[in-house]
């Protein structure tokens, strides 16, 4: 079964134990973590809540079937250095309804890897998990998040004001979602010959 997924320049694979370092590393950051509704973790922390991920991956793998969620580490396809990871948790109460989430660790802002990793996500989602529906929310303070929806092409579903009361302010909750009937069958075509 395949784990890891390319575009020229970065891979995509389920989280393994080694990934969990650095994922850590990343998670102990003020800067990653600063319009995060968890954060900075201790490393443990970060460590507990991924296990549970590893093991349901080994099963699926063990089974021939695809996990119930999608967690995906980020590297330079040509170094395998560590960039961050991004993920499709599964709404439990509707299936085919997956929470978008996306990390990246500060050398690598700005370069383009948050709005592919959501690119990425989306034609996951849609060609290989059998979504219907796609879920992100973020904090309204975090522009970058909100753009990289926007650029993807999720639509503003609402605003929830005073959502998060963290660090010290109240933060509104930008809700957005995507359905798999607006994403165009011919994008999702050229984002079969870019992921692969
Ligand atoms: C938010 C995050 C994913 C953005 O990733 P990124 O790789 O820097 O984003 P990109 O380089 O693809 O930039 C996408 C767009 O967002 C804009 N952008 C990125 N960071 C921004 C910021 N802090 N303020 C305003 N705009 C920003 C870019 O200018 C770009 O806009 P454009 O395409 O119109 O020129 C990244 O900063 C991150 O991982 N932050 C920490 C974790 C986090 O907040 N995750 C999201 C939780 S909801």
Known sequence: MQT??????????????EDLTPISEMLTKETVCRWLFFGPNLPEVTHAYFLPFLDENALALAEDRLPSNFVFTIR???TKAFIGQCALIA??????????????DDPFWNKGIGSEAVTFLI?????I???YRLNADTAAGNQG???????GGFVPEGR???YWHARGGYHDRLLFGLLT???????LATLDRLFS
């Open 129 to 131: 998990a059998g979504a």
């Open 91 to 104: 709404d439990e109460f509707s299936p085919g309804a997956y929470l978008v989430g996306y990390q990246i």
């Open 181 to 187: 009937e607006e994403v165009k069958e011919d994008v």
């Open 145 to 151: 998040s909100a753009r990289v929806l926007e650029k």
């Open 160 to 162: 929830q004001r005073k």
């Open 76 to 78: 330079n396809r040509k």
């Open 123 to 127: 034609w996951f989602a849609f060609r």
């Open 4 to 17: 890891t997924w390319t575009s020229p320049s970065l891979t995509f694979s389920y989280v393994t134990l």
